[in-house]
């Protein structure tokens, strides 16, 4: 009787830990995954042309979508989503050095770049003295807005600033008296009907159903202010995270890129398929 019970006893066991394994395969790997990822572009590249990839390798694929550039790394450092798809390598080391969290990087995405924008004007000859113009207030695409601003010889930044952390009081010589006027990311679209100018990531550009060929000017993006893909750092090498960088990384995406993401700046491995 009692050999009767212990062999009830194991067999429920067994089927109770099947049971909880449910998101793994026999061999215990991870066959779920949660990804964070702003709404827009990136969001609408992992659900047409990466999570079709990852399903023909069995993988199921969930998306969280956040509305900020904070709660996503949280997220993923408390190990609350498995992924996360929203910023630059830029940011992310600013992030990672600030909130004392060791999150990684390993490569990009093909990426919308920021760009100015006016619901009012339609060149950069329409700056004028006291021109209102709107920039992200997060430090890493302030630093861009403003770097485009001196590009565009408006304003003389001081050669001593950090490149990617500049800010206005780096601003060392503003001829025009420009008002510039840092506001939340995801509010810089609406920002379009209080200023002359808005520089928008972008994401939220596409979002709030602008055009990349509608901005005034576009910023020739250099490789570290792509958007990544970024992990935890002892998951980089796990399964689920090769199977996402294949996806990303194959001819079917690259298809997907070029009749879905006319205006976006190819990560190198995409540019290197194509022989460029």
Do not use: W
Request: proline letters at 6%.
């Amino acid at each position: 009787m009692k050999k009767t019970l212990l062999y009830i006893t194991l067999i429920l066991s067994l089927f109770v830990l099947g049971a909880c394994g449910g998101t793994s395969s026999a061999s215990g790997e991870k066959k779920e995954i949660t990804i964070g990822a702003t709404a827009g572009p990136y969001s609408d590249q992992l659900k047409e042309g990466v999570i079709p990839i990852l399903e023909k390798e069995g993988y199921k694929v969930k998306i969280v979508e956040f509305n900020d550039y904070i709660q996503p790394n949280i997220a993923l450092n408390e190990g609350e989503i498995d992924a996360n798809l929203f910023q630059n390598r830029n940011y992310l080391k600013q992030f990672n050095k600030d909130h004392d969290m060791d999150l990684v990087a390993p490569y990009a995405v093909p990426t919308a770049p920021i760009g100015l924008y006016s619901e009012k004007h339609t060149s950069l000859d329409d700056i004028k003295e006291g021109t209102t113009i709107a920039t992200p207030n997060d430090p890493t695409n302030l630093a861009r807005s403003l770097n485009m601003l001196e590009d565009f010889g408006l304003i003389k930044i001081n050669e001593d600033a950090e490149p990617t952390t500049v800010s206005e009081k780096d601003i060392i010589d503003n001829k025009l008296n420009l008002k510039i006027k840092p506001v939340d990311p995801a509010q810089t679209p609406r920002s379009l009907g209080d200023t002359d100018f808005a520089f928008i990531n972008g994401n939220y550009a596409l979002a709030s159903g602008l055009k990349l060929d509608e901005a005034v000017e576009i910023e020739k993006t250099p490789e570290s202010y792509l958007i990544y893909v970024t992990l935890r750092k002892e998951d980089v090498d796990k399964p689920f995270a090769k199977a996402l960088e294949k996806a990303y990384r194959s001819d079917e995406f690259l298809d997907y890129t070029n009749k879905n993401a006319k205006g976006y700046v190819k990560p190198p491995y995409q540019l290197g398929k194509e022989g460029k």
